[in-house]
């Protein structure tokens, strides 16, 4: 058996994973909209980077709504990304000024 042919069922499933994310499945419990906000606001409390004080976060059927002042036009891209990638996330929507 030619080696390159081993090889060709684990370069399907990096593809894959890059592809549609490699995710835990999450239970019913993880998809409520009280553990979905539980994890946005951990995510954002992981990057010290970020001053989140200023923002009001709340999911309704799994979409997540960001409100607030931040920083930057850059940290405000940064929370969006953040929020988007938390497991259960359907949607993000950022009502977000940027603090001159």
Same mark, same amino acid.
């Given at each position: 058996m030619k080696k390159h042919t081993l090889l060709a069922? &684990?370069?399907? *499933?990096? &593809?894959?994973? *890059?592809? %549609?994310?490699?995710?835990?499945? &999450?239970?019913?419990a993880d998809l409520t909209d009280p553990a979905i906000t539980a994890r946005v606001k951990a995510t954002l409390a992981?990057?010290?980077? &970020?001053d989140v004080r200023y923002l009001q976060i709340n999911t309704h059927m799994r979409?997540?709504?960001i409100s607030g002042l931040i920083d930057s %036009?850059? *940290?405000?891209?940064?929370?969006?990304?953040?929020?988007?990638?938390?497991?259960g996330v359907r949607q993000v929507v950022a009502n977000l000024a940027v603090q001159e």
């Open positions: 069922p &684990l370069f399907i *499933a990096v &593809l894959a994973c *890059a592809g %549609f994310g490699c995710r835990a499945r &999450l239970s019913p992981g990057h010290p980077e &970020l979409i997540v709504t %036009f850059e *940290a405000k891209q940064k929370v969006e990304t953040y929020v988007r990638n938390v497991g």
